[in-house]
């Protein structure tokens, strides 16, 4: 048997829909080939080894359990293990690997893999390098983009000299504008935080007014801002799984009756509809996956990875972004292209555990 540590929650705003990942991947996990030991990371950031009823991941009340004891992993190389905290005792617990299932800061952005690979603990997923790039919104897309793909064109402001937007911001839109068109951009644009996920703090701007507005609340979420171009058609996805070989699950659309997939639309579907496979031709979805494929090489993702793109009218396919950690519920996009692919969800967590550890 495999001690594989299972990292949940995360001082993020991503922590609830982590929790629903979590609760996903353990349930559907081989317990006769590996023993979940469960790491969880409260809203404030504090470690917890937890070993009570998964329900209560699923229904976050598993950090009231007496079951939890805080808890570390040293990033000593030499260690490989949990430390637990039991009074003035530390009880050790060895880790085959570790499958972080943390969404957005503090998780997806390359920080706990940093810790882990310090500590030579295989990490199941993205490394340091490519999870914090695929974070990174816009060096994701220059580095995309200079590979011949294309890409949103887009506009960074620093918090520096976006201060005028808390405080003038008729004035401030009116320069930013001046700006954005003489790059070519003109309304309507996304403004986004450059490192968040699950839609967090975005806004689609139609008239120069919500400009202000938008950006103050995408500063919320992170230092940096970005604005981009809106790309007409629709969303696809592409869920990869491997290394050397690729495995890549069936191609998927997501049908919008207005707006665009934010946060709500994610998880409830309340005016949305997910297509897979996607209502495209055999020729499309190929060239959607090829590309696919090259945007995973080309940002350096290992294990798996989710490769969002947009499907233009011209039929053009561009890139938008790539989620490091996908949502593993049985009901989320990548379990879903997976099976759509012929691929269980047990088998799917099966292959991702077996990239990192061998039995």
Not at 75 to 94: N, R
Not at 277 to 301: F, G, H, N, V
Request: proline content about 4%; some cysteine.
């Amino acid at each position: 048997m495999k001690n594989i540590g299972i990292l949940f929650g995360g001082n993020s705003t991503e922590y609830d829909v982590s929790l629903e990942s979590a609760h996903g991947v353990i349930t559907h996990m081989d317990l006769k080939k590996y023993t979940p030991v469960l790491i969880g990371i409260t809203r404030q950031g504090q470690w917890m080894y937890y070993n009570g009823d998964l329900q209560k991941i699923a229904d976050n009340t598993w950090h009231e359990d007496a079951s939890c004891r805080k808890a570390v992993i040293p990033p000593d190389a030499g260690e490989h293990s949990l430390w637990i905290f039991e009074g003035s005792h530390i009880k050790k617990v060895h880790l085959d690997a570790v499958f972080p299932i943390l969404h957005g800061k503090n998780g997806e952005d390359g920080t706990v893999q940093g810790l882990l690979e310090m500590a030579k603990i295989p990490v199941i997923g993205c490394k340091t390098l490519s999870s914090a790039l695929c974070m990174h919104k816009d060096m994701a897309h220059r580095l995309v983009g200079a590979a011949g793909i294309r890409v949103p064109r887009s506009h960074i402001l620093e918090r520096a000299e976006a201060e005028e937007f808390f405080t003038r911001p008729e004035t401030a839109a009116d320069t930013l504008m001046r700006q954005l068109n003489q790059k070519g951009l003109v309304l309507p644009l996304f403004v986004k935080p450059v490192c968040a996920g699950s839609s967090f703090g975005i806004t689609k701007v139609t008239k120069k007014e919500e400009l202000a507005p938008a950006i103050c609340t995408a500063f919320d979420h992170d230092r940096q801002v970005i604005l981009e171009e809106t790309i007409e058609g629709f969303e696809v996805g592409c869920a990869i799984m491997g290394n050397e070989t690729l495995t890549v699950g069936n191609v998927d659309e997501i049908q919008l009756s207005g707006g665009f997939f934010n946060y709500e639309e994610k998880y409830t579907l309340k005016t949305s509809q997910i297509f897979v496979p996607a209502r495209i031709s055999d020729e499309k979805a190929r060239q959607i996956k090829e590309t696919a494929q090259k945007i995973y090489r080309i940002l350096d993702c290992r294990d798996f990875a989710r490769i969002d793109m947009f499907l233009m009218p011209s039929g053009e396919i561009c890139f938008n972004e790539v989620n490091t950690i996908p949502g593993f519920t049985p009901h989320s996009r990548f379990p879903g292209m997976m099976k759509s692919a012929g691929f269980s969800f047990e088998q799917v967590i099966d292959t991702l555990i077996g990239l990192e550890v061998s039995l």
